[in-house]
């Protein structure tokens, strides 16, 4: 795993959640949340490549190209699907020593291009061999292999880059998503379960209820909420892990003990993810919370 990951700046998210709502003329609080998920998950250990291969592990029925999702386990593909499925993976991803071996039926239309250094193999028509070559396992790894490679980029372009959708200009998903159905589906539901599997470590306490019912009120009306109690008694911890459930949401912010302002922001600059060395790191904050969190 890459543990020298690009770590997205939360001023870019910002401006591009405001230009997307800019240009759609509307809010979209799920897109942003989405936005701001990818954007935390930058920051954590492995960054964005962990956050693929988690994807992978979790949502596995997810992955593959639409007729590898069509076809039900444990249905063995026939040369039809074959056929199918290689049209669907871009060359470049295709597992190569099979194809050359089985160009001939994968792409009967074409001449042979060795772009592979394998070269076309003996017994080139055998059906019966593609079918075993070609198979569901493999198929599948190449798809998961391939989103491992390609998502940390295509997400932290998602919300970074000015024109980068999850849809190209005629409303299609993006060619660059062949590997998975629906990417922005896939996330969300990514988000909701990795949430519920977070939020059943901690004992769900009417304090705990208490504390997400203000969370949610605050988010829901862009209000302030004073949480008051007892010390230990779990006002902190449900913090802690509502904002671990929904980091796309909330963000926990431990104020220093200084009197300070430039540790106030600090200490803020820090949970947002903006480089506390910043020479303009007031202004930075209070954009980022204006338009990162606008709706």
């Known amino acids: 795993m890459n543990t020298n990951h690009t770590r997205i700046p939360a001023d870019l998210v910002a401006r591009k959640a405001r230009d997307v709502e800019s240009i759609e003329g509307h809010a979209d609080p799920q ?9 935390w998950a930058s920051w954590q250990h492995g960054g964005l490549e962990a956050l693929a291969r988690d994807i992978v592990a979790t949502m596995g029925e997810h992955i593959g190209t639409p007729r590898m999702r069509a076809t039900q386990v444990p249905k063995v593909y026939t040369v039809e699907d074959c056929v199918q499925i290689c049209r669907e993976i871009p060359d470049r991803f ?3 020593e099979v ?12 001449e042979f291009i060795d772009h592979t250094g394998f070269g076309p ?11 075993r070559d070609f198979n569901r396992d493999l198929c599948w790894r190449t798809c998961a292999d391939s989103f491992i490679q390609e998502m940390p980029r295509r997400l932290e372009e998602l919300c970074t880059v000015p024109g980068q959708s999850f849809r190209d200009s005629h409303g299609k998903l993006s060619e660059r998503d062949w590997m998975v159905d629906s990417l922005r589906d896939t996330l969300t539901q990514y ?7 977070i939020a059943q470590r901690v004992a769900f306490t009417e304090i705990t209820k208490q504390v997400w019912e ?5 988010l829901e009306t862009r209000s302030l909420v004073h949480i008051d109690g007892d010390p230990r008694i779990g006002k902190t911890e449900s913090i802690e892990t509502r904002s671990l459930m929904y980091p796309g949401r909330f963000r926990m912010v431990k104020t220093p003990c200084s009197n300070s302002d430039g540790d106030f922001f600090k200490a803020i600059a820090i949970a947002l993810g903006i480089d506390p060395r910043s020479t303009k790191l007031k202004d930075q904050v209070e954009d980022v919370c204006d338009w990162g969190g606008r709706h």
């Open 99 to 110: 194809f050359s071996r089985h160009w001939r039926i994968l792409c009967p239309e074409t």
């Open 121 to 131: 193999r003996p017994f080139d028509w055998d059906p019966a061999g593609l079918i």
């Open 214 to 218: 203000a969370l949610d009120y605050a």
């Open 31 to 39: 897109l942003r949340e989405i936005f701001w998920f990818i954007q």
């Open 94 to 96: 295709l597992p190569k």
């Open 191 to 197: 988000m909701e379960r990795r949430a519920r599997d």
